[in-house]
Nanobody, 125 residues
C-alpha cells in the first residue's frame, strides 16, 4: 500500500505560480509512474500531467502544456507540479496518483493504483 500526500496548494492571482508536491510513503516510489489530475466543482476529474519512473518521459494535457512542468525526485519519494501563468480556469482540487507500471504508456491508457486526497488550488481573476 502506498500513501500519497499532496501539499502546496493555495490562493493565487491570475498570472501567478504555485508548486505542488506529492510525497509517497513507499520506498518503491522509484518504480512507479506518477500523474497529476484535477477536478473542478461540478466537473469530472481530468488528466493534467504524468511522468515515467525514470523521469525521462513526461506528458501534459493540452490545456496546461507550456505552463505546467511535472518533475520528480526519487531520492525524496516526491513528485512536483510547477504551475506558472495560472488562470482562473485552473482552479480545482489537484491530486497525485501512482501507477505500478513505471514505464511509458500513453496517458489515456494508464490505470493508476494509488491516489492522494488532493490539495486545493484557487486562482483569482
Amino acid at each position: 500500500q502506498v500513501q500519497l500526500v499532496e501539499s502546496g496548494g493555495g490562493l493565487v492571482q491570475a498570472g501567478g505560480s504555485l508548486r505542488l508536491s506529492c510525497v509517497a510513503s513507499s520506498g518503491t516510489f522509484r518504480g512507479y509512474a506518477m500523474g497529476w489530475f484535477r477536478q473542478a466543482p461540478g466537473k469530472e476529474r481530468e488528466f493534467v500531467a504524468c511522468i515515467t519512473m525514470s523521469g525521462a518521459r513526461t506528458d501534459y494535457a493540452t490545456s496546461v502544456e507550456g505552463r505546467f512542468t511535472i518533475s520528480r525526485d526519487n531520492a525524496k519519494n516526491t513528485v512536483y507540479l510547477q504551475m506558472n501563468s495560472l488562470k482562473p480556469e485552473d482552479t480545482a482540487v489537484y491530486s497525485c496518483a501512482a501507477d505500478r507500471t513505471g514505464g511509458y504508456i500513453p496517458p489515456a491508457r494508464r490505470n493508476y493504483d494509488y491516489w492522494g486526497q488532493g490539495t486545493q488550488v484557487t486562482v483569482s481573476s
